[in-house]
């Protein structure tokens, strides 16, 4: 009879580790395969992610590096145009005046002077928000003292002595000297409400606003003169402003207030009243 001696236990036992070997050798390969694929994929990934932004990034600072066009050239305005433009624009900081203020304290007198003053182009204005800086004793808005500080450099750098007569008046300023004169014409409020001095308050309205309807109002308007020089339109400050459609007077934001040609403007034309609407508007 053929006995069949068992397999040693020792033998067993080194098969079934060679085996346990192999299998944790495989898993360690597999993990290195999988850990190498995950670093790939985060490096390309990361890769990408940074070209990309470096391109938008590029394209962003080519949109920020491109420069805003820039208006240079002025326009040329008509007398009409002139007035369209100073009774259209909108001021900054100033507040309408909706209620027309008391002129003599007679209201009838009051109403009449005030249709006889919008049928000359006087309107209703705008006042100051808020109190304004002081120039060379004049106070106006701080936009137009800058803009003034540039045209009055540019003036006497070319020896032109362009210098400021009036600026703000309230409408309570207005008033007064709207009735200083009114009295020193001999014009009495029962007179002007019975409509027997129409001329003669014609002739008031043709040299002085009513308060509420002066242009001076808004702070932006200035009375300039020229030093050394009784009248403004013979001096060469008026002949340096006006020249080339108000060239000089324009580059730094001015229009004449009353341009010559124009038609019911409120008082007679005032060569020496230039009012600020800023250079935005005066280029193109």
Known sequence: MR?????PKRARHHHSTD??????????????????VGVWRYLHLSGTHKSSSKITDNKQSAVLATPTPTKTTLKTFTSVQYKSLYDTFAYPSTNEILDPPVITGNSA???????????????????????????????FQQKAVDSYK????AAHDTSI????????????????????????AGITPAQVAAGSVDSQVQQLLALTAI?????????????????????????PCYTWLTQNNFEHAKTYGWIPSYPDGATDQGPEPEPWEFVWVGVDVLYQ
């Open 3 to 7: 006995i069949i001696e068992p397999r």
């Open 150 to 153: 540039l045209l009055e450099k």
């Open 109 to 139: 007198a009051d109403q009449h002077i005030r249709d006889l003053a919008v049928a000359r182009g006087y309107h209703l204005r705008s006042t100051p928000k808020s109190p304004m800086p002081s120039y060379e004793g004049f106070t």
């Open 19 to 36: 085996a346990l070997k192999r299998f944790f050798l495989i898993l360690f390969i597999l993990s290195l395969i999988l850990v190498g």
């Open 211 to 235: 308060p509420g309807y002066s242009r001076h109002h808004t702070g932006y308007t200035l009375d300039l003169g020229c030093d050394g020089y009784a009248v403004f339109v013979n001096s």
């Open 161 to 184: 002595p362009v210098t400021i007569v009036a600026a703000f008046r309230s409408p309570e300023d207005q008033r007064e000297l709207f009735m200083t004169r009114m009295s020193a």
